[in-house]
């Protein structure tokens, strides 16, 4: 059987209401009840030793020290009764009551001094609804005797049932009152859940634009801004599904266009040497074309060998320390056949005592990447290779001249399957839209850090920390 949450916390609030009132009026009528009494025994006690002091002072006129407290005291409904210490009663007031069945206890308290307080007790005194106060008579610290007096309650117990009734008829009230406010609150508090559980049941049903009223002020609120950020980070998560989706068809159709080149070209150069159709002069440009579209093919099969390698961390990195400059001949040396062709030049900016730890083969393999990405987005320009050591790590900086990068497109560029200019079919290095991809995760696998600042128009400059 289902228990709806509202009801839950309803009564989960009317309960310790209630609970809370009732420990509070009982001990609220307990001490009410307590201190009426409490009053009551005081103002006997103080009659009681009132009396007892005029009759020290003067002892001949007892009588009519007796009568005249006698008819005062019978004014506010009290009496009283002398004893002496064998408990025999030898002055009575108007009305007053008689003394009997005090316990050996009772005596022994009396007779130390003691002033003994009792709410009401017929066993002892014949007599309920009344309160009784015995007060001992000493003389020079001898118990000779004492005085009994007596108010009845009925007074005192009218003004308790009236107190009484009034906190009855508050919690009422307060009742009444938690009750709604406790209703109100307990809405308030599922109605905001109840949203958080419509919202989800939309994102389940593939509804990423949800969004939910959220606070800081309580765990409800705190639920509702993780709720909202889980929401904008799958709907990031799902954009980026589409948009990898979306490259991973261009990346098909390029890479089908790609391959279907060459392997028409191998094909035909093949089928004209098997059937003589390719003249003696012509054989070896022939040959040579095959040899360098197979190349082309490896070149793709290598570059997603690579990525995925990467990615699983399948590759072990052989890390030493050599001088940069040299490394950065080398690739000034290998790429300047390419940079020739488009006009381009490769200056070196570096010192001999600069040294980097580092993968000789993987370094390598990233600043080959980005210098043959810049030589293709420059034309007659410059491309800079720069070196320098600063806080202990070394700076690798490849800068050029050529059209740069909108900025729309920087954080891009590191994605898989991307390509700034889908139009570009000729690169020989990085044309599927892997190079820059297989940059980034050797520069995260050295530990390092890796930035590109560019301007459309203005050149791009890519900085390496290692």
């Given at each position: 059987?289902?228990?709806?949450?509202?009801y839950?916390?309803f009564?989960?609030?009317?309960?310790?209401i209630?609970?809370?009132?009732?420990?509070?009026?009982?001990?609220?009528?307990?001490?009410?009840?307590n201190?009426?009494?409490?009053?009551?025994?005081?103002e006997l006690?103080?009659?009681?030793?009132?009396?007892?002091?005029?009759i020290?002072?003067?002892?001949?006129?007892?009588?009519?020290?007796?009568?005249?407290?006698?008819?005062?005291?019978?004014?506010?409904?009290?009496?009283?009764s002398?004893?002496?210490?064998?408990?025999n009663?030898y002055?009575?007031?108007?009305?007053?009551?008689?003394?009997?069945?005090?316990?050996?206890?009772?005596?022994?308290?009396?007779?130390?001094?003691?002033?003994?307080?009792?709410?009401?007790?017929?066993?002892r005194?014949?007599?309920?609804?009344?309160?009784?106060?015995?007060?001992?008579?000493?003389d020079?610290?001898?118990?000779?005797?004492g005085?009994?007096?007596?108010?009845p309650?009925?007074?005192?117990?009218?003004?308790?049932?009236?107190?009484?009734?009034?906190?009855?008829?508050?919690?009422?009230?307060?009742?009444?009152?938690?009750?709604?406010?406790s209703?109100?609150?307990?809405?308030?508090?599922?109605?905001?859940?109840?949203?958080?559980?419509?919202?989800?049941?939309?994102?389940?049903?593939?509804?990423?634009?949800?969004?939910?009223?959220?606070?800081?002020?309580?765990e409800?609120?705190?639920?509702?801004?993780?709720?909202?950020?889980?929401?904008?980070?799958?709907?990031?998560?799902?954009?980026?599904?589409?948009?990898?989706?979306?490259?991973?068809?261009?990346?098909?159709?390029?890479?089908?266009?790609?391959?279907?080149?060459p392997?028409?070209?191998?094909?035909?150069v093949?089928?004209?040497?098997?059937?003589?159709?390719?003249?003696?002069?012509?054989?070896?440009?022939?040959?040579?074309?095959?040899?360098?579209?197979?190349?082309?093919?490896?070149?793709?099969v290598?570059e997603?060998l690579?990525?995925?390698?990467?990615?699983?961390?399948?590759?072990?990195?052989?890390?030493?320390?050599?001088?940069?400059?040299e490394?950065?001949?080398i690739?000034?040396?290998?790429?300047?056949?390419?940079?020739?062709d488009?006009k381009?030049q490769?200056?070196?900016?570096?010192?001999?005592?600069?040294?980097?730890?580092?993968?000789?083969?993987?370094l390598?393999?990233i600043?080959?990447?980005?210098?043959?990405?810049?030589?293709?987005f420059?034309?007659?320009?410059?491309?800079?290779?720069?070196?320098?050591?600063?806080?202990q790590?070394?700076?690798?900086?490849?800068?050029?001249?050529?059209?740069?990068?909108?900025?729309?497109?920087?954080?891009?560029?590191?994605?898989?399957?991307?390509?700034?200019?889908?139009?570009?079919?000729?690169?020989?290095?990085?044309?599927?839209?892997?190079?820059?991809?297989?940059?980034?995760?050797?520069?995260?696998?050295?530990?390092?850090?890796?930035?590109?600042?560019?301007?459309?128009?203005?050149?791009?400059?890519?900085?390496?920390k290692?």
């Open positions: 059987m289902k228990f709806r949450y509202i839950q916390q009564f989960s609030h009317i309960s310790i209630i609970v809370a009132f009732l420990v509070l009026s009982l001990l609220f009528a307990h001490y009410v009840e201190l009426v009494y409490e009053n009551k025994a005081n006690i103080s009659y009681g030793k009132s009396i007892l002091s005029d020290e002072q003067t002892p001949q006129a007892t009588e009519s020290i007796i009568n005249r407290y006698s008819s005062v005291l019978v004014t506010r409904k009290m009496s009283f002398m004893f002496d210490q064998y408990g009663l002055a009575v007031g108007k009305q007053g009551p008689a003394i009997r069945g005090l316990s050996d206890k009772d005596w022994d308290r009396i007779s130390k001094g003691r002033t003994l307080v009792v709410k009401s007790d017929f066993k005194f014949g007599q309920e609804g009344v309160t009784f106060v015995v007060l001992p008579y000493l020079n610290g001898n118990f000779i005797g005085i009994l007096l007596t108010s309650i009925s007074g005192s117990s009218v003004m308790i049932h009236r107190v009484n009734q009034f906190i009855l008829y508050t919690i009422l009230i307060a009742l009444a009152v938690s009750f709604l406010l209703w109100f609150l307990s809405r308030i508090h599922v109605n905001r859940i109840k949203r958080l559980r419509e919202a989800t049941s939309l994102v389940s049903a593939g509804n990423y634009h949800v969004h939910v009223a959220s606070a800081n002020f309580d409800i609120g705190e639920l509702a801004n993780d709720f909202n950020h889980m929401v904008d980070k799958i709907n990031t998560s799902m954009e980026e599904i589409e948009s990898l989706e979306n490259r991973r068809r261009q990346f098909l159709s390029d890479v089908s266009h790609e391959m279907r080149t392997l028409t070209t191998i094909s035909g093949i089928e004209g040497l098997k059937n003589d159709m390719i003249p003696e002069e012509d054989k070896e440009r022939g040959i040579n074309l095959v040899s360098q579209e197979a190349k082309r093919l490896i070149r793709l290598n997603n690579d990525y995925d390698k990467i990615r699983s961390n399948q590759i072990q990195l052989y890390r030493e320390d050599f001088q940069l400059l490394l950065l001949e690739i000034q040396e290998q790429l300047m056949p390419q940079a020739e488009k381009v490769i200056v070196i900016d570096a010192s001999p005592d600069v040294m980097v730890n580092a993968d000789y083969d993987r390598i393999q600043l080959i990447n980005i210098t043959k990405n810049s030589i293709q420059t034309s007659d320009g410059t491309i800079w290779l720069r070196g320098r050591m600063e806080d790590s070394t700076i690798i900086e490849v800068e050029d001249t050529g059209i740069g990068i909108d900025p729309g497109e920087l954080e891009n560029i590191w994605r898989r399957f991307y390509k700034a200019d889908l139009s570009r079919t000729s690169n020989p290095y990085g044309e599927f839209g892997l190079g820059l991809s297989i940059v980034k995760q050797l520069v995260l696998l050295h530990n390092g850090e890796i930035n590109v600042f560019s301007e459309a128009g203005k050149g791009t400059k890519f900085v390496i290692l």
